[in-house]
């Protein structure tokens, strides 16, 4: 039998699933439409119970709501992805949830991101740059899958317009919510109909939003605007020989064997993400982040320089430039045990009998292992680095 089923993270999130079955398409089909809580994070029993296609977009991050179709015959299929936030719109905010979007977009998933462009009141005073733009245009561009971008403008007292029914939703009758639904409705249809998704790029609403963004790109963003890539150069772009002399010099560390597209390409990256303006933080407020804020605002950075940057294609490996992140003020020790406490909890390694509720957990770890349960922090940087390095090893990824 058919059915929808919309996935809320968190409590905040369900009015927003709640408004989509009300006054989306859902409503005009003969299906069920359900609307599930999604696990807080993935570690538990009932992540491994998701369908695949979610937990793999679950792997970038937990957008606000998901929604999955399932015709009765194949398996359930993540179809959409909704982000909305009422954050203020600071430089770096943005790229928190740059990876639960562009992750969507690169598992072939449309998805929406509402959120205020500008703010202008007595406490904020701020807009999105240009770099915004410009960062998610070559998202679409490189994986011809759209991102809906919606801005939820605020009244003349700067205060967002909330839904009359659902407060953590902008107004139904606001331009942002109209156009995103509309563009729900038609991936909706695309789905049912067993449509590709490459094909919503070319709606008129899509191109008519992409061309309306463009308008805002004023300049092309370099690697010298950001001083967290500007360690070895002020231009942020380096040769090669510059990061062999900064590994083995000033790091003391061998290079390890390495996958020829490394040391071919003409040039790289170096990211360090606890730099601010000329000084590194202390190891102590880097692991404090990690820890308690699960990397935040550092997470989502490497990916949005990937795209700026280093991308070329459709995977991490499609780049002319290597994108390498220091974090060498911690040791592989300190590095290792976010892994090691998702290993050593891993029923694979446990010879007794597991119990009926712990199967499909077992099951998910022989054939996709753990790596979903590594903090958030530490997953995302190795998806997204030719090279990570550390206090005491260099670790490339092949």
């Known amino acids: 039998?058919?059915?929808?089923?919309?996935?809320?993270?968190?409590?905040?999130?369900?009015?927003?699933?709640?408004?989509?079955?009300?006054?989306?398409?859902?409503?005009?089909?003969?299906?069920?439409?359900?609307?599930?809580?999604?696990?807080?994070?993935?570690?538990?029993?009932?992540?491994?119970?998701?369908?695949?296609?979610?937990?793999?977009?679950?792997?970038?991050?937990?957008?606000?709501?998901?929604?999955?179709?399932?015709?009765?015959?194949?398996?359930?299929?993540?179809?959409?992805?909704?982000?909305?936030?009422?954050?203020?719109?600071?430089?770096?905010h943005w790229m928190q949830r740059f990876p639960s979007l562009v992750g969507a977009c690169e598992l072939g998933i449309p998805s929406v991101f509402i959120m205020r462009y500008e703010s202008d009141t007595n406490k904020w005073k701020g807009k999105l740059n240009s770099e915004f733009f410009y960062a998610y245009d070559r998202v679409m561009e490189i994986q011809e899958i759209p991102i809906y971008l919606a801005d939820w403008c605020p009244n003349e007292k700067g205060e967002l317009s909330a839904d009359k029914d659902y407060p953590d939703v902008p107004?139904?009758?606001?331009?942002?919510?109209?156009?995103?639904?509309?563009?729900?409705?038609?991936?909706?249809?695309?789905?049912?109909?067993?449509?590709?998704?490459?094909?919503l790029i070319k709606e008129r609403l899509i191109v008519d939003l992409r061309n309306k963004h463009r308008i805002k790109i004023s300049e092309i963003p370099h690697p010298g605007n950001y001083n967290r890539l500007k360690h070895l150069s002020n231009e942020g772009y380096v040769d090669w020989q510059t990061v062999v002399n900064y590994i083995e010099n000033e790091k003391k560390l061998k290079i390890p064997s390495l996958p020829e597209r490394i040391p071919l390409r003409n040039k790289s990256l170096v990211f360090l993400p606890r730099l601010?303006?000329?000084?590194?933080?202390?190891?102590?407020?880097?692991?404090?982040?990690?820890?308690?804020?699960?990397?935040?605002?550092?997470?989502?950075?490497?990916?949005?320089?990937?795209?700026?940057?280093?991308?070329?294609?459709?995977?991490?490996?499609?780049?002319?430039?290597?994108?390498?992140?220091?974090?060498?003020?911690?040791?592989?020790?300190?590095?290792?045990?976010?892994a090691r406490k998702v290993h050593d909890s891993s029923p694979i390694g446990k010879n007794t009998l597991p119990k009926e509720s712990e199967i499909p957990k077992y099951s998910l770890h022989l054939t996709e292992g753990y790596t979903h349960e590594i903090k958030d922090f530490i997953r995302q940087y190795c998806y997204a680095a030719d090279i990570i390095i550390l206090k005491d090893i260099v670790i490339p990824f092949r």
């Not at 957008?63 to 399932?70: G, N």
């Not at 919510?177 to 695309?190: Q, S």
């Not at 550092?298 to 994108?323: E, H, I, K, W």
């Open 1 to 92: 039998m058919e059915k929808f089923n919309l996935y809320y993270h968190g409590e905040k999130s369900r009015g927003l699933a709640e408004f989509l079955k009300k006054f989306s398409a859902l409503t005009n089909y003969s299906i069920n439409v359900n609307i599930k809580s999604l696990p807080n994070g993935n570690s538990g029993k009932e992540f491994a119970l998701l369908p695949r296609s979610l937990r793999k977009l679950l792997f970038f991050g937990h957008p606000d709501v998901i929604l999955t179709y399932d015709n009765g015959i194949e398996s359930e299929k993540t179809i959409f992805a909704w982000e909305i936030t009422d954050a203020k719109p600071a430089t770096d």
């Open 171 to 199: 107004d139904r009758d606001s331009f942002s919510m109209k156009d995103t639904i509309k563009f729900l409705n038609t991936t909706i249809d695309y789905a049912i109909h067993g449509k590709d998704f490459k094909n």
């Open 276 to 338: 601010t303006k000329t000084n590194r933080v202390l190891k102590e407020t880097l692991m404090d982040r990690i820890h308690k804020k699960n990397g935040n605002p550092y997470n989502g950075m490497p990916l949005a320089f990937d795209f700026l940057f280093c991308r070329l294609g459709t995977t991490t490996y499609d780049r002319d430039v290597n994108l390498l992140i220091d974090l060498s003020e911690l040791s592989f020790e300190e590095f290792s045990v976010y």
